[in-house]
């Protein structure tokens, strides 16, 4: 632990405990922290409202073995609209879990306070927009602060990021692309996605005018292409991969990933390796579920009216796939996710500069329901592991991606433990 971990009340805060995702990733705190040694990691949960939170750590205590513990959490009152209420916040944690979104509505305040109070800053967003704006905002401050805002740290985008990062150790040479292929199995009840995510959406495909000029203003060089250059799908294809038609992946894995890898050839001289994001939709009825709902969607999006609709009415206009209640519990249980990349590269001694790639590899990232379950545990493990190995960490702080940050930690490690299995399937050369 730092010095600054011994100097305040808290290690981790949990801001936004009482939404949706918020009391996931409490229960998941509740799990992995206060069934250790009594005294070894303290901390609370925030938001605007006492009564809520409460509720929240009640309900969280009933998934313990030893709920008394429950009474060392702290509960500390903070809003995005009240500024000295966030910076009270983060002075008592060492870092805080965001779980307010739409982070490009409610995620800046909360990234101030913490770089101005020392305080690190982890979120679980998947707003390209909101995060690639942070970097170009705060690099700097959070740099000379030696704060570590860390970004994307659930679904969006540690699967990906982390994925790509263990697939490139895996492989014996020089990896030069991958492609990831995301399929989601429900059970018998099916499964659907809170309207937070959906609201993200919205608001990012309104403006992705906006997104298109940060990263001009960034004005980011476009980063070398090693060994043959990756062919992008077509909008729609089935794929022999994971056989059932898929789609490019419209999240921020993409972005992410991208941003990764230049920060590894950067910093560390590493060839960057190229990747391609596809999801699977299912079969014919899926496809034609999506075909209405998409054409729907990009229409609506333009206009103002058609955007308070789509807010509005998220499972209608989305086929019952995002809901303003959420999954249920059953729902969850028996929700899983499956991440298929295929790599491909130059074996040791081999020219990247010259020939075809020799060699592909073939791995997996899998785990529980991605939105609920996956993710409070990519946050809580990539928060300890914050905590507990600042060393192996970038040497100053700024605004990361979770492959920046955690390449030469055991994330890896700690999340195959609890519950996100990272393996390599096949590796071969050509």
């Known amino acids: 632990m730092t010095s600054t971990a011994n100097s305040r009340p808290y290690h981790v805060i949990v801001f936004g405990a009482s939404g949706f995702t918020g009391q996931f990733v409490v229960e998941e705190v509740t799990r992995t922290l206060s069934d250790g040694p009594k005294g070894t990691m303290k901390w609370a949960i925030a938001g605007r409202s006492r009564q809520k ?24 009152l903070a809003d995005v609209g009240d500024l000295a209420s966030l910076a009270t916040m983060c002075k008592q944690g060492v870092v805080v879990l965001n779980c307010v979104g739409p982070y490009r509505f409610y995620g800046e305040p909360v990234v101030k306070a913490c770089i101005e109070n020392g305080t690190h800053y982890m979120d679980i967003c998947g707003e390209p927009q909101f995060l690639e704006g942070m970097q170009l905002k705060y690099q700097s401050q959070a740099a000379e602060n030696g704060v570590y805002v860390i970004g994307s740290c659930g679904f969006d985008s540690i699967p990906a990021d982390m994925g790509i990062q263990f697939t490139r150790d895996h ?50 060089k476009p980063l070398p292409v090693v060994g043959k250059k990756i062919k992008r799908r077509s909008t729609l294809f089935f794929s022999k991969e994971i056989e059932q038609y898929a789609v490019p992946f419209m999240g921020a894995d993409p972005s992410v990933v991208k941003r990764t890898q230049r920060f590894l050839h ?45 807010i509005k009415f998220p499972e209608f206009f989305s086929f019952g796939v995002f809901s303003k209640v959420g999954p249920t519990r059953k729902q969850m249980e028996d929700s899983s996710f ?93």
């Open 171 to 220: 492989f014996k040479g020089t990896l030069t692309a991958v492609e990831s292929f995301l399929t989601i199995s429900t059970g018998p009840e099916g499964g659907c996605i809170h309207d937070g995510t959906w609201q993200s959406a919205v608001y990012g495909f309104a403006d992705s005018d906006k997104l298109r000029a940060l990263r001009k203003k960034a004005g980011y």
């Open 266 to 310: 950067k910093e560390y001289q590493e060839s960057p390796v190229q990747y391609g994001a596809y999801v699977g939709v299912g079969g014919i009825s899926s496809l034609v579920k999506l075909f209405f709902a998409g054409i729907l969607f990009c229409f609506m999006v333009k206009f103002a009216f058609g955007r308070k609709l789509l």
């Open 338 to 430: 499956c991440f298929t990349f295929l790599g491909e590269g130059y074996t040791e001694g081999q020219d990247p500069t010259k020939g075809k790639p020799n060699a592909k590899i073939r791995t997996q990232v899998k785990g529980p329901d991605a939105g609920y379950v996956a993710t409070p545990i990519a946050m809580v493990q990539a928060a300890l592991t914050l905590l507990s190995e600042p060393e192996s960490l970038p040497k100053m702080g700024g605004v990361y991606t979770p492959g920046a940050a955690f390449i030469k930690t055991t994330l890896v490690d700690r999340l195959n433990k609890h519950g996100l299995q990272f393996s390599v399937m096949t590796s071969s050369e050509a």
């Open 53 to 76: 939170l409460e509720k929240v750590l009640e309900q969280a205590s009933a998934t313990l073995t030893k709920p008394e513990l429950m009474s060392e959490v702290g509960i500390i």
